[in-house]
């Protein structure tokens, strides 16, 4: 697989603001730990019927591990029972003559069962155009037992070894000799978040029945999504690439003001990204945090559309949080978003083109992609989130640069030359780009920007669903905009559909938490060239928790639906753990 | 290639002293430790001339190594210019826009260049029957830099890293990103020895002259070769397998003897053995230290010859050090290491047999050596060397059990019945078993057993090396006890041929320290199915510095052959790196 050809930004120069950096530092939260042991020895078998192609199986009772001793090439899986982020540990024993040789293991990080079942030899992986070090393999040597292994015992960049994020634990012994075998015990992993097991969360049922149960664990994954990516920033994924992206903290933050209400951790991720503007108002896709969040560093990454929705976020974090100290003091910055994106507007038919101006155009990873109409889209739902904001902010002429009810209307207007067909035939549509493409990101995004009567939204969402040439999403990310836009028109139970078919898949193949990328019909897609390299704890489709929450509340069905009070998130761990326990069956 | 068919043990049950073990523990040496740090970036380059089939050069300068930058599947070696044990360390830095990724480096130690020239991953390596465990691979993943890395960081057993023994350091990228690559830097070794660099070593010439030259090399590379295996006891190899066993002992303490002279450490590992008697008297053939030296366990091993030669290593010791109450202390340990061996004589005919008696027979790693001539030499040998310590110690009488004189000659003239042929004719040699092999086994151990007349003896050794079908030795274990015998009937240009042919061979193939395994013929040979897995720097070829210290000086010829004062080891290390660059040439 080549790489993508990401458009290179224009050269621009960072000035960072040591003050707005200065509060994110202060808000560097407290991690929180506690230590998880696995709960099963498993195997899998082939079971064609399910998503991965396998099922998990005991293999031996977790309570004989320490009796249990592994010579040349044994190997085994230790299921943690949910998936968490943490160091992990174990203690090395020898049983037999005596440690003659070292004892290599090599250990691997699932938090996919294919993590587990293919080899993550490097050799092995597919051409992957991201480094190869992201593949969650450890290779331990051991000269002398027992020994308190760390897993990655070096690395971590904070003498405490590398952290991960997984479900399974594969060991497989390299060698030992002929005259010993090794044990593995006490394994433990020290978990870590910003979120304490302790902490409260609302537990809503949605309705008796196999739907209601469904959406209850689906929005219980959500929840465990988003806990397990908030460290001392909402992380992308906690396994890769581990760091702050503008356009998955816009979703985690919504998810978290429903859920874990950490508006901190919010305002923290603001004032970060506001800590690094350039000199041409833009601001960076993504922070990177090292030395567990002492030191940051500004990526190059920059990416249109996630700029622009810095001021949705910040519109949303005052709304939820009421903090609007912080509103003013990051307006400009949000302002400053805005001006990338509108420069791809082509004046003469009041369009964004997305070949008029430079920067990556998102949206989407689906390769293909037009941008235009979707980024139009975009544009206007931002360009009101301004508005909104700049009004909860009393800030009406003051301070404002651009008149944003003329751009509104403006760019409204541009938007109608993107609909294609009739208003009363099955044809109408938006359309992108020169090649006239009809795509979900270009319905969802101009539907979400509020610009159509909602007859004409719910037309369009629903011609474009219903078009099998429509360019269709390939991450969460996107599928959010989806349901979220139709949830917005009232198409309420296309919208659950949707949740039910795409998240609810993802849980009917066995996700813990849920994934950066989920092709119903192949298993082995990858953005990447890989599967062993995508992550499966990805922060942005930790959102149908925010949508049934929120937009669809009280629109699911069933008469029982309602709030059943408030669970720590321990609690809910410990729930999750024994139905998985329950779904691998008997030993 | 398939597991050796190693003699079980019989049953035997250790009754451990605790008072030796307390001696033992007493004499534990304070290790020294200094830094080394690489003095050329090399790679090498086929060349067909020389005995690994490759040639360093140079591939930048030394210098520039802090300037360069790695990205994937990148590889340099560092080479050390000389042979070390220690831990390495090195910082880790990023070049570039910035780190995205997690770096993933793979680290070869190597000895010799073929370690580092081919794969050392554990797929590639051929079929072996040791542990894989011992292929000196280290796989790095790094997640932030800069970061310090400890090579090997945990599984060392004293949390500070893993000790390897190496000249040269591959460094392989796995991978870093599209975004940025590797700087390695800094990079540098603990060295660590129970010899420190100050310490003084006789610096003898031995002629001018190619061979001179090439004597004085094959000394220093000895004493280099003992110095490297002198850690908390005096181990076989410092890289495998790391242990004290006990027929390496007694020659690596003869070299010591006239070099190091570092009585107590030899003290210490007679001690360690006496501490794990066993019932029936014998000794096991090695004792495993851990936690570096704080803990000691007696292995399972157990080999006949190496038993009984006990006794000689301790009265070498007493005669050496003149510490004659560590001799009688041992005493009773000495005479019970030689019950095994007597087993073996067939009354009938007062001769050995390999078959009467169990236990693994050594004398050399060749397959299909027969045992019994060369395990009599081995036998008389050692009653010698206990009547003779009896006599040092004057025991005479009191505490000695065995009528060694009456012994002696009982097995003096058995051992006549291995003799072959006519004295007159060219055919007069020693014969070992039911299929009467011939072998320098069985010829080096009945000369050096000192049974039978000056003149029967050279000529028994004469005619052994010239039979092209003659069983020779694989290892300088026993090339040792070929030249030593032949040094001890006066064939002193015969041994020093040898010197110069296989261990000289050795030097010129380049060697820093000499090896466990060495032929001529074949670089691949290994005794344990591939080369990768061998050690080279190995206690039991260290010896020539014993033979030309001892009984070969004065003999090798030359007029200004002498003794040229004293040299601190860590000068001679400074002559070997500067030698090294000089092999290498230019840049």
Chains 1, 2 share one sequence.
Not at 14 to 27: D, G, R
Not at 37 to 51: E, H
Not at 268 to 293: H, K, Q, T, W
Request: hydrophobic share 40%; with cysteine.
């Amino acid at each position: 697989m080549s790489t993508p050809d990401f458009p290179t930004d224009e050269i621009v120069r960072t000035i960072p603001n040591p003050s707005f950096l200065s509060t994110a530092t202060s808000l560097l939260p407290a991690l929180q730990t506690w230590v998880r042991r696995p709960v099963a020895i498993i195997k899998f078998v082939p079971d064609k019927t399910l998503f991965w192609g396998v099922r998990p199986v005991h293999s031996y009772p977790i309570t004989s591990l320490p009796d249990l001793s592994w010579g040349k090439e044994d190997e085994f899986i230790l299921d943690f029972g949910v998936h968490m982020v943490g160091r992990v540990s174990f203690t090395l024993d020898s049983a037999g003559e005596h440690m003659d040789a070292p004892c290599r293991l090599k250990v691997t990080l699932g938090e996919s069962p294919m993590d587990v079942v293919m080899s993550m030899e490097d050799a092995d992986v597919e051409s992957t155009w991201i480094g190869k070090g992201w593949l969650p393999l450890e290779v331990v040597t051991v000269d002398e037992c027992p020994e308190e292994v760390v897993v990655g015992g070096t690395g971590g960049g904070d003498g405490k070894g590398r952290r991960h994020a997984f479900r399974f634990l594969r060991v497989k012994v390299v060698d030992t000799s002929l005259k010993y075998k090794v044990v593995v015990k006490d394994v433990r992993c020290e978990v870590v978040s910003a979120i304490a097991p302790e902490t409260k969360v609302g537990d809503p049922a949605f309705g008796e029945g196999e739907r209601g149960k469904l959406l209850r664990r689906i929005d219980h994954v959500c929840v465990s999504t988003l806990r397990d990516c908030m460290q001392t920033v909402f992380e992308d994924g906690p396994r890769r690439d581990r760091r702050l992206w503008l356009g998955d903290l816009r979703l985690q933050a919504l998810a978290n003001y429903c859920t874990l209400k950490d508006y901190n951790l919010v305002k923290r991720c603001l004032y970060l990204f506001a800590a690094f503007p350039r000199n041409d108002g833009s601001i960076p896709a993504c922070v990177f945090e090292m030395r567990g969040g002492q030191r940051v560093v500004e990526s190059t990454d920059y990416i249109v559309d996630y700029d622009a929705l810095f001021v949705a976020t910040l519109c949303d974090y005052v709304e939820a949080s009421g903090d609007r100290d912080a509103g003013r003091e990051l307006w400009k910055t949000a302002e400053g978003g805005l001006g990338r994106a509108l420069a791809h507007v082509d004046e003469t038919v009041d369009m964004v083109n997305e070949e008029n101006g430079k920067g990556w155009k998102f949206l989407d990873w689906e390769q293909g992609l037009e941008h235009s109409a979707g980024l139009h889209g975009v544009l206007v739902y931002c360009l009101k989130k301004a508005r909104k904001l700049a009004g909860m902010l009393g800030l009406e002429g003051e301070g404002v640069t651009r008149d944003y009810e003329q751009e509104i209307e403006r760019l409204s207007k541009g938007a109608k030359r993107f609909l294609s067909g009739s208003e009363e035939r099955e044809d109408l549509v938006f359309i992108s780009g020169p090649k006239k493409q009809i795509s979900y990101a270009s319905a969802s995004w101009l539907v979400l920007a509020d610009i159509f009567p909602e007859k004409t939204s719910r037309k369009v969402l629903r011609n474009t669903l219903k078009d099998g040439n429509a360019v269709r999403p390939l991450t969460p990310y996107l599928w959010h905009h989806v349901c979220e836009a139709l949830a917005s028109v009232g198409m309420t139970e296309e919208s659950l559909e949707i949740i039910e078919r795409y998240w609810g898949g993802m849980v009917k193949a066995g996700a813990d938490t849920f994934w950066e990328c989920f092709d119903e019909a192949d298993a082995m897609r990858s953005p990447y060239g890989d599967v062993r390299i995508n992550s499966f704890c990805h922060a942005w489709s930790c959102t149908p928790t925010y949508l049934l929450r929120g937009v669809l509340k009280g629109k699911v069905g069933g008469s029982d639906e309602g709030n059943e009070g408030d669970i720590a998130m321990g609690e809910l761990d410990e729930r999750w753990v024994k139905e998985s326990l329950e779904r691998i069956g008997k030993q």
